[in-house]
C-alpha cells in the first residue's frame, strides 16, 4: 500500500510554545489529506480535512486559528499547534491516499508541559 | 450525521479461544465503506479490511473473518485461535462514497481493546 510519514513521531514542548507536525506522502500525491487526534484511551477523532492550494476545512469545536492547517504541494500537509497547552497532548495521526484507500501515517505523541 | 458503535470496550481472551468484536452504525448514506483497523500499542493504525456497503458477502483472510449485514447494519469482526500477537485495539470505522475526495474522512467507532494471554 502507500506510504504516508509523519515527522516528527514524538515532541515534548513548554505550554505556550508552537509546534509544527509534517505528514508528507511518500509515493503518491494527495490533494485530501486528513489529520486526527487521539487522546488516550479514546477514539480517533476527525480535526479537519487538509486541501491542496486551498483552505483546510475544520470539524466543528476545533479551533482552526489554534490549529494551522498548510497544504501547500500535494505531497505535505503541516498541522502548527499555536501556544500549545497541556490539554492540548494527545496522539495526532494524518491520513491520504491515492484514492478511495486511506493510508494513515505513524503518528506523533505531543506532549506539552 | 454517520455514527459507528461498538459496545466492547475490552475484551480479554486465553490464546486460541476465537474473540467476535461488534460493530454497528448509523448512516443516512445508501452507499458507504466500512472498515476494520488494528492498532498495537506503538499506536500505528493498521488497515485490516474494507468493505463496500455493496457487498454482503462474507470475507475470511486468514484467521480473519467479517460478517456483514446490512439489514441489521452490523459489520462484526471474529479473530479465530487468537494469538497474543493479537492484542491491540480494533477499531470499526466509516465513510461515504459519494463526496469525493473529502468524503474519504472516517468515522470511528469507539474502539475495542483486546487482551490475548497465553
Known amino acids: 500500500g502507500a506510504v504516508v510519514s509523519q515527522h516528527p513521531s514524538r515532541v515534548i514542548c513548554k505550554s505556550g510554545t508552537s509546534v509544527k507536525i509534517e505528514c508528507r506522502s511518500l509515493d503518491f500525491q494527495a490533494t485530501t489529506m486528513f489529520w486526527y487526534r487521539q487522546f488516550p484511551k479514546q477514539s480517533l477523532m476527525l480535526m479537519a480535512t487538509s486541501n491542496e492550494g486551498s483552505k483546510a476545512t475544520y470539524e466543528q469545536g476545533v479551533e482552526k486559528d489554534k490549529f494551522l492547517i498548510n497544504h501547500a504541494s500535494l505531497t505535505l500537509s503541516t498541522l502548527t499547534v499555536t501556544s500549545a497547552h497541556p490539554e492540548d497532548s494527545s496522539f495526532y495521526i494524518c491520513?491520504?491516499?491515492?484514492?478511495?484507500?486511506?493510508?494513515f501515517g505513524p503518528g506523533t505523541r505531543l506532549t506539552v508541559t | 450525521a454517520q455514527k459507528v458503535t461498538q459496545a466492547q470496550t475490552e475484551i480479554s481472551v486465553v490464546e486460541k479461544e476465537d474473540v467476535t468484536l461488534d460493530c454497528v452504525y448509523e448512516t443516512r448514506d445508501t452507499t458507504y465503506y466500512l472498515f476494520w483497523y488494528k492498532q498495537p500499542p506503538s499506536g500505528e493504525l493498521v488497515f485490516l479490511i474494507r468493505?463496500?456497503?455493496?457487498?454482503?458477502q462474507n470475507e475470511i483472510s486468514g484467521r480473519y473473518s467479517w460478517n456483514f449485514q446490512k439489514s441489521t447494519s452490523s459489520f462484526n469482526f471474529t479473530i479465530t485461535a487468537s494469538q497474543v500477537v493479537d492484542s491491540a485495539v480494533y477499531f470499526c470505522?466509516?465513510?461515504?462514497?459519494?463526496?469525493?475526495?473529502?468524503?474519504?474522512?472516517?468515522?470511528f467507532g469507539g474502539g475495542t481493546r483486546v487482551l490475548v494471554k497465553p
Open positions: 468493505r463496500n456497503s455493496f457487498d454482503e
Open positions: 491520513s491520504g491516499g491515492p484514492g478511495r484507500e486511506q493510508y
Open positions: 470505522a466509516l465513510s461515504e462514497i459519494s463526496g469525493g475526495a473529502a468524503g474519504n474522512k472516517l468515522t
